[in-house]
């Protein structure tokens, strides 16, 4: 059964902690006196669990998210603040999605466009966007395999 995309908060054990530039929005685990936001930061996807969302945003491009495999899912990012978000780039497996928004939203329930496709072809897409909003998700409607929606990283900067 499908799920409407709630907001579930999750952890994101493993998480490194250091930062490639100050403009880089890194999801922060909640405490372990990491300077994380007040409200914390985490993940979740739907529907269903799929495999290890926290897997997206760990820092590792060894580690990978998968949906599971069907249409739509997606992969919410919670960034703890309202951000300006000028950039989102998405590092796929070899289950890519052939049709993909990137959206944000103030509160994860309502939702602005900020890219479109309808022929992605895997690989890295960065993306520059404009955008502002403190979830960011990757709301897939179309795989390009049998398999789901598979992202070593899923990375948001702004300011
Ligand atoms: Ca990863």
Redesign the pocket.
């Known amino acids: 059964m499908r799920r409407p995309p709630a907001p579930q908060r999750r952890r994101l054990p493993g998480h490194r902690q250091r930062r490639r530039h100050s403009r880089h929005l890194r999801l922060r685990r909640r405490g372990a006196g990491s300077g994380a936001g007040p409200t914390g930061a985490g993940v979740s996807v739907g529907p269903g669990t799929g495999l290890g969302a926290a897997?997206?945003v760990?820092g590792?491009?060894?580690?990978?998210w998968s949906s599971d495999y069907v249409d739509p899912s997606w992969l919410v990012v919670d960034l703890g603040a309202t951000y300006s978000i000028s950039r989102v780039r998405l590092s796929w497996e070899a289950a890519y999605g052939r049709a993909y928004q990137i959206q944000t939203s103030p509160d994860g329930s309502s939702w602005t466009t900020v890219y479109s496709t309808a022929s992605g072809d895997g690989g890295v897409d960065d993306l520059t966007v404009s955008g502002t909003g403190r979830y960011v998700r990757m709301y897939g409607t179309q795989r390009a395999t049998q398999w789901g929606y598979s992202l070593?990283?899923f990375q948001v900067l702004g300011s």
Do not use: G, L
């Open positions: 897997n997206a760990d590792s491009e060894a580690t990978r070593w990283s």
